[in-house]
């Protein structure tokens, strides 16, 4: 079945503990994305990579990191997280960036 | 800057015809996407007009006027399980992988 997965799909942590959120895709898309959504703003794009080894900010990169070393993986890092980052996030993968296939969220809550 | 401008809710009735806009501004100008979000759930492409006119699939429309910088989403015989959140996008400036999203328009399909 063509997906895109994500892990966790829930996350607690504390100020300042390390945290990666993987991102997965089995349909061999070049183009995969993140986005943070948060209530009234929409869906923010926080990095998105057009090829492996290729990524480049969205609109909110601030406080990210994300790699691409494999095609099908793009995890999504929080160095520090603080709880301005407390929010849904989805991975999206595509093979044209307007038709995006969404991963299921991870609801991730920073104390 | 990009831009895009949706009502933030719109209710109709069980069989019904409603019509979701969006007016955007962008610098160089790649497409219109449409997305349907269900409550708790992940955005799931519906629609992309590249061109003028009118894209058609199943019960739902997507039109896109380009000189009036202008589209929208039409929706035909709505049934309850069409309430749900509905985004328009469009690629950020430039041919890169920058997706900007619009607010979301929240519809209500009343009984």
């Known amino acids: 079945e063509a997906q895109v997965t994500q892990n966790p799909r829930y996350l607690i942590t504390v100020t300042g503990k390390k945290l990666t959120v993987t991102c997965s895709q089995n349909?061999?898309?070049?183009?995969m994305s993140w986005y943070r959504q948060d209530p009234g703003l929409g869906l923010r794009q926080i990095y998105y990579?057009?090829?492996?080894?290729?990524?480049d900010k969205g609109d909110v990169p601030e406080g990210y990191k994300v790699s691409r070393k494999e095609k099908r993986n793009f995890p999504l890092i929080l160095e520090s997280p603080s709880p301005n980052q407390t929010s849904l996030y989805f991975c999206?993968?595509?093979?044209?960036?307007?038709?995006?296939?969404f991963g299921p969220g991870t609801r991730l809550l920073v104390l | 800057g990009q831009s895009l401008e949706q009502p933030s809710e719109v209710t109709a009735v069980e069989g019904a015809i409603v019509q979701i806009n969006c007016t955007y501004q962008?610098?160089?100008?790649?497409?219109l996407s449409w997305y349907q979000q269900h409550d708790g759930g992940a955005p799931t492409f519906l629609s992309y007009n590249a061109l003028d006119g009118l894209e058609e699939t199943g019960r739902f429309s997507s039109f896109l006027s380009r000189s009036d910088s202008y589209g929208y989403l039409l929706l035909q015989e709505l049934q309850m399980k069409d309430s749900a959140s509905y985004f328009c996008?469009?690629?950020?400036?430039?041919?890169?992988?920058?997706?900007?999203f619009g607010q979301g328009t929240t519809l209500q399909v009343k009984p």
């Open positions: 990579s057009m090829n492996v080894e290729v990524t």
């Open positions: 996008a469009v690629r950020g400036s430039g041919n890169t992988g920058k997706l900007i």
């Open positions: 999206a993968s595509s093979f044209r960036k307007e038709t995006q296939y």
């Open positions: 962008t610098s160089g100008f790649y497409g």
């Open positions: 349909m061999n898309h070049e183009y």
